[in-house]
């Protein structure tokens, strides 16, 4: 990993940081050893687990035993027809049709389908953030956020316009570039339509 890396001082200063760490693979550049490491991952991480049934890739062998499930029919819904690892995912996934939803905020009454759900929406009542970024000391209330966040330092740009090649750190982005391709305004004047 870190023979990608090379200590290049000719850049110049960025946002008033110099950015001596260089990617030898893409260029891209870092003000720390530790965020050029991050980046580089996503050069080399190999995905060699590969499904023969949706071309979807894991980079090790639980997460592709864990998808395969979902191949098996052995837990499908019987309203949409997906498929599922497990019974009791199957079960969650149920209450996306019935409307259940099980699990109450004691705070504020809020209710949720799955467990999971209530414990990142009751931080926003406890203040709690436990998933701190190691390169800026920036906290979040779930997972989701760091790993978005992470982006920022890492440089990593995982969705691509299938048009044009440009890449995005996040989905949305990407969506709204799309439309630059597509001819889409889906906002109006209320005044000039």
Not at 14 to 34: A, I, L
């Amino acid at each position: 990993m870190e023979a990608a890396a090379a200590n290049d001082m000719s850049e110049p200063q960025h946002n008033g940081k110099s950015k001596p760490h260089k990617c030898t693979v893409c260029d891209e550049r870092f003000t720390t050893k530790g965020n050029l490491s991050v980046h580089i991952r996503i050069h080399t991480e190999q995905k060699s687990y590969s499904c023969p049934h949706c071309e979807k890739c894991y980079n090790n062998s639980e997460s592709f035993r864990q998808h395969m499930y979902t191949h098996s029919m052995k837990h499908k819904c019987s309203d949409c027809g997906k498929c599922f690892h497990s019974n009791s995912a199957l079960t969650s996934h149920r209450r996306i049709h019935s409307g259940e939803k099980p699990f109450e905020c004691r705070v504020c009454g809020k209710r949720f389908a799955i467990t999971k759900n209530l414990t990142v929406h009751s931080r926003i009542h406890s203040g709690e953030k436990p998933y701190k970024c190691s390169a800026c000391g920036k906290c979040f209330r779930h997972s989701k956020g760091l790993t978005v966040h992470r982006r920022i330092h890492s440089g990593e740009k995982p969705f691509e316009c299938s048009v044009c090649g440009k890449r995005f750190s996040l989905a949305g982005h990407l969506r709204r570039h799309s439309r630059i391709h597509s001819g889409e305004k889906p906002y109006k004047c209320q005044v000039c339509h």
